[in-house]
């Protein structure tokens, strides 16, 4: 079965930084494509970034360019998202999700992880 | 960046009776390679997104065969034959043809 677990979430102050990780179980890791999608409280989902197999390549929604960083660790199965420069519109719950069928195509979530940016 | 618009935003519906929710995009979703990226997403209240179709109306393990999506180019639908208790929550479009992948602003179902 396949399992993504993120933590990392809490509280920031604005401008300030906090790294999400995912951890991933029950499918080869190494294989997929996986993304980062976030729901601010009360709001519709929004698309943040995606990271090929290999981590070689990387694409980011406007928003959080420059500012955001996805990354991962074939050899433990974990993702990683470092954020930036934190804004109060960087609240939300974070999910982490395995792509299927094309890059940046969630198939399969995580329960999520809160951030939330207030001074 | 492609824009997803879905209609309605609301659709209170009955017990047994069907749904509709429409989705368009303000450009093609035809991809280079021939195929088009849409799929559909289904989120419960207090839960994870789950997603129930890709490319259009490709149904996702498990996802009952009452959903079915349809269309073309910019403009495609989710239905629901027959909406029960549990299809209760938002549904939401989403583009996989371009960069950024973008969504709509989803459609909240609940029952009459």
């Known amino acids: 079965e396949v399992q993504l677990l993120e933590s990392g979430g809490g509280l920031v102050q604005p401008g300030g930084s906090l790294r999400l990780s995912c951890a991933a179980s029950?499918?080869?890791?190494?294989?997929?494509?996986m993304s980062w999608v976030r729901q601010a409280p009360g709001k519709g989902l929004d698309w943040v970034s995606v990271?090929?197999?290999?981590?070689?390549?990387?694409y980011y929604a406007d928003s959080v360019k420059g500012r955001f960083t996805v990354s991962r660790d074939n050899s433990k199965n974990t993702l990683f998202l470092q954020l930036n420069s934190l804004r109060a519109e960087d609240t939300a719950v974070y999910y982490c999700?395995?792509?299927?069928?094309?890059?940046?195509?969630?198939?399969?979530w995580g329960q999520g992880t809160l951030v939330t940016v207030s001074s | 960046d492609i824009v997803m618009t879905q209609s309605p935003l609301s659709l209170p519906v009955t017990l047994g009776q069907p749904a509709s929710i429409s989705c368009r995009s303000s450009?093609?979703?035809?991809?280079?390679?021939?195929?088009?990226?849409l799929n559909w997403f289904q989120q419960r209240p207090g839960q994870s997104p789950r997603r129930l179709i890709y490319?259009?109306?490709n149904r996702d393990s498990g996802v009952p065969d009452r959903f079915s999506g349809s269309g073309s180019g910019t403009d495609f639908t989710l239905k629901i034959s027959r909406v029960e208790a549990e299809d209760v929550g938002i549904y939401y479009c989403?583009?996989?043809?371009?960069?950024?992948?973008?969504f709509g602003q989803g459609t909240r179902v609940d029952i009459k």
């Open positions: 989403m583009q996989g043809t371009d960069w950024p992948r973008t």
């Open positions: 029950g499918f080869t890791f190494s294989g997929y494509s």
């Open positions: 450009q093609s979703l035809v991809h280079s390679d021939g195929n088009t990226y």
């Open positions: 999700a395995k792509d299927e069928v094309v890059p940046g195509t969630p198939g399969i």
């Open positions: 490319k259009v109306s």
């Open positions: 990271i090929d197999h290999s981590g070689a390549d990387t």
